[in-house]
């Protein structure tokens, strides 16, 4: 029985270190598992994405969607004209396939013609205090497009229709345009927007972007009204969008969006890199920002008038020179391909007088 009772008691003294073993053992563990959570993964930015549908979202997008060639292959046969139209990403199937006809629609009344304004101004001041001399420099530069165009909405047809994985529509439309009053009894009416400001004060930068289009769509023959507005913003590195098509706002949704195709554009030495515009937000973000952009550089390149307004005194000096332009011009392509997940969307223009 003595014996029995020591062996007992070596049993339960054994049991009790290796109880005390194992939770030592389990403790480590979760203070190693802390650590890598709270110190090393954070020092090293090493987290692990524990969101797996944000995880397989970020896998997806990696994979470029592949456009089809039509996209970059618009043309003109005699008075019927071809031009391409994008949706915003993640809307469902048939609002942004009317979203995509009404921008398509958009865009060909503004090329065909348009009233654009341009003013700029480019500012500066120095001021002299003592051994201290301060400066600040504004560049401004703001363009409006705008047009009316009488149109048949039943000449409008949609040709070649593709949805992107990002659920974006995109349409090839066809309108046989005719340029008489009795046949043209929809009316089209299209405002394009494009703000730049650019301010150093010292060593302090802001940079301030904005891209506006809003259409409104009036067609006769249904007495039904569409309107479309898209916003674009820039605020140093941040930005945002604003999108509301007829009655409804059109969420956007940060992700990385991909694109690829066959047509993929070479640079040379001729090609101009202001002419490219990332396609990371989106098809219709990245060619509405390439359009209205290559308006305010040819607004600047017709015809246009310039003056200067300079005060000198013994501690300021101020200047500002301005540029004002309006001029009736109709564009077109000389250039629109992809390169690298961008749009490089060269245009020319004419006036009209």
Do not use: C
């Amino acid at each position: 029985m003595k014996y029995v009772t020591i062996t007992v008691l070596a049993l339960l003294a054994f049991n009790t270190t290796l109880f005390a073993q194992e939770n030592t053992s389990k403790l480590i563990d979760e203070d190693k598992k802390k650590f890598e959570e709270n110190v090393f993964n954070e020092e090293f930015d090493e987290k692990e994405d524990v969101d797996s549908v944000e995880l397989e979202r970020k896998l997806f997008d990696k994979i470029p969607d592949k456009l089809p060639d039509w996209v970059f292959t618009p043309h003109i046969i005699s008075d019927k004209v071809q031009i391409v139209g994008f949706s915003d990403p993640n809307m469902g199937k048939e609002l942004a396939l009317k979203q995509a006809i009404l921008r398509a629609k958009a865009m060909f009344a503004i090329l065909n013609l348009s009233n654009i304004s341009n003013i700029t101004d480019d500012y500066t001041n120095l001021k002299e205090s003592g051994k201290h001399s301060l400066y600040s420099t504004k560049f401004q530069d703001f363009s409006l497009s705008k047009t009316k165009l009488a149109y048949n909405n039943s000449s409008v047809s949609v040709t070649d229709t593709f949805y992107t994985k990002y659920n974006e529509a995109i349409v090839l439309v066809e309108i046989d345009y005719q340029k008489k009053d009795s046949l043209n009894i929809d009316t089209i009416t299209v405002k394009g927007e494009h703000l730049q400001v650019y301010i150093e004060r010292n060593f302090q930068k802001e940079r301030v972007e904005f891209f506006n289009l809003s259409t409104e769509d009036n067609l006769d023959k249904d007495s039904v009204d569409l309107s479309s507005n898209y916003n674009y913003k820039i605020v140093n590195r941040s930005y945002d969008i604003n999108s509301v098509y007829k009655d409804s706002v059109i969420l956007f949704e940060e992700r990385t969006y991909n694109y690829r195709t066959d047509l993929e554009f070479v640079k040379d030495s001729t090609s101009n890199e202001l002419n490219e515009f990332g396609l990371n937000k989106g098809l219709w973000n990245a060619y509405i920002t390439g359009y209205l952009s290559n308006v305010t550089v040819l607004s600047k390149q017709l015809a246009s008038q310039i003056k200067n307004s300079n005060d000198f005194y013994t501690i300021k000096s101020e200047g500002l020179i301005r540029t004002v332009a309006r001029n009736n011009v109709s564009f077109g392509f000389n250039d629109f391909k992809m390169y690298e997940n961008q749009f490089y969307i060269d245009l020319n223009g004419r006036i009209i007088y």
